[in-house]
């Protein structure tokens, strides 16, 4: 038996220490290869270009947006933000302008990458609201761009994904609420902007920024499930969570280390618990066995007067 708990110790250190350093590495936001490592450091001193001066997110996690600002919807309606999140979901925001000749392109179509990969359905478990920050972008541009993303999904998501055009500049104020800095080059006639998206609370609060061109479905799955608080109630996600943390470095939800290390150890406590019971169970019955056996009674103790024949 004492090498049996020997062994049984030794395969415990060795996952914990296996789960601290699988753990740290994932913390890390950098790449593993050296040479990436470099390039990407190297890269982050490059100087910005003339047309990105002003350009980028700053986070403005737990701040609220203004949900009486107005905008026209794809519908030709003039409606407030309220009204989408007046179901109680989470938002998932994206500012773009329709005529962008790549960029908005590509964050539009790696947020379809990810929402076809996603079990959710934008309309029941969260809404997306795409807003153009070109004020002179119209409603026609609007459904157009609608239309050419829906059509891309087996699942109907009319009602869940609006497409909002500008009105009496409040795209502006808005932007500035969720730190969204973009500049309109008159060169080039586009408008200079990083690859974004927000996830907002149901009440309208930042809960989270996405960035690039290719998202992650645990990423969103985490924000989201973040984002919604209490709304989705206990599920596997809410576990998720207290394993991953948002590591603003990696751009990501990356793997958190103390609490795995917590839950690991709790796992520890319990797989230890179960052998410890069923091994001082078993030496309960086998010393109940002996000890009737050394009487000469049976093993279930004195018969009763009923098992005796007359």
Not at 83 to 108: D, H, Q, W
Not at 292 to 301: E, I
Request: with cysteine; aromatic share 10%.
């Amino acid at each position: 038996m004492a090498k049996f708990w020997n062994q049984l110790a030794t395969l415990t250190a060795l996952w914990a220490g296996c789960t601290l350093l699988s753990a740290q590495n994932e913390v890390i936001g950098l790449p593993k290869n050296p040479e990436e490592r470099k390039r990407a450091l190297e890269d982050s001193k490059t100087p910005m270009p003339r047309e990105m001066t002003g350009v980028g997110v700053d986070e403005k996690l737990g701040a609220n947006i203004d949900l009486n600002l107005e905008f026209v919807s794809e519908g030709g309606k003039l409606r407030r933000l309220s009204e989408f999140f007046a179901s109680g979901r989470p938002v998932i925001l994206n500012l773009v302008y329709y005529k962008c000749p790549m960029l908005c392109n590509l964050t539009l179509n790696a947020q379809v990458s990810v929402l076809r990969e996603l079990a959710w359905t934008p309309g029941k478990e969260f809404d997306v609201v795409t807003i153009s920050i070109d004020p002179t972008e119209t409603i026609e541009m609007a459904q157009d761009k609608k239309a050419a993303y829906l059509s891309n999904f087996d699942k109907p998501l009319g009602a869940g994904w609006h497409f909002l055009v500008d009105y009496n500049g409040n795209v502006k104020k808005l932007a500035s609420q969720v730190g969204f800095r973009y500049n309109y080059d008159p060169n080039q006639k586009q408008y200079a902007h990083s690859a974004a998206i927000m996830v907002l609370t149901p009440n309208g609060m930042v809960s989270r920024y996405l960035y690039g061109i290719k998202f992650r479905e645990r990423d969103l799955r985490l924000a989201l499930t973040e984002a919604a608080a209490d709304k989705f109630g206990l599920s596997f996600e809410k576990l998720l969570l207290m394993c991953y943390h948002y590591d603003p470095s990696a751009k990501s939800y990356v793997l958190f280390a103390t609490n795995v290390m917590r839950l690991g150890g709790l796992l520890v406590v319990l797989i230890l618990g179960f052998v410890l019971f069923r091994f001082w169970r078993q030496e309960l019955l086998a010393r109940d066995a002996g000890g009737a056996s050394s009487t000469g009674l049976p093993a279930g103790g004195i018969p009763t007067s009923e098992s005796h024949t007359s």
